[in-house]
């Protein structure tokens, strides 16, 4: 069983920065996938980035270039730099840990609990 915690959101205006953190208790993160997702009210909850287990990573065209997903195993932590922040960025933000290569939700087994990012313009 692994839990994970999110934290780093915040207020943040236009064209500023975040950096929000998925720290892991129980298990360690080395051998799972950690993924980051979003949510805005009235949307379905969407694929920001992914992290496999060996570092490598994928993300969406709406954050490619301007969001940096990194993960430091020892300290069982997965990050989410995130540069330029456009107002449509404002969403609860999730991370979410799994055995599969995948960009779909349904395909985690693990999710913390969320941390708004709000990007006022």
């Known amino acids: 069983q692994v839990q994970l915690v999110e934290s780093g959101g915040g207020l943040v205006q236009d064209g500023g920065s975040l950096r929000l953190s998925c720290a892991a208790s129980?298990?360690?993160?080395?051998?799972?996938?950690v993924g980051w997702f979003r949510q805005a009210p009235g949307k379905e909850r969407g694929f920001v980035a992914i992290s496999t287990w060996s570092g490598s990573t994928l993300y969406s065209d709406s954050v490619k270039g301007r969001f940096s997903i990194s993960r430091d195993n020892a300290k069982k932590t997965v990050y989410l730099q995130m540069n330029s922040l456009k107002p449509e960025d404002t969403a609860g933000f999730y991370c979410a840990g799994g055995s599969k290569w995948n960009t779909v939700s349904s395909a985690f087994d693990y999710w913390g609990q969320g941390t708004q990012v709000t990007v006022s313009s």
């Open positions: 129980g298990r360690t993160l080395s051998g799972y996938h």
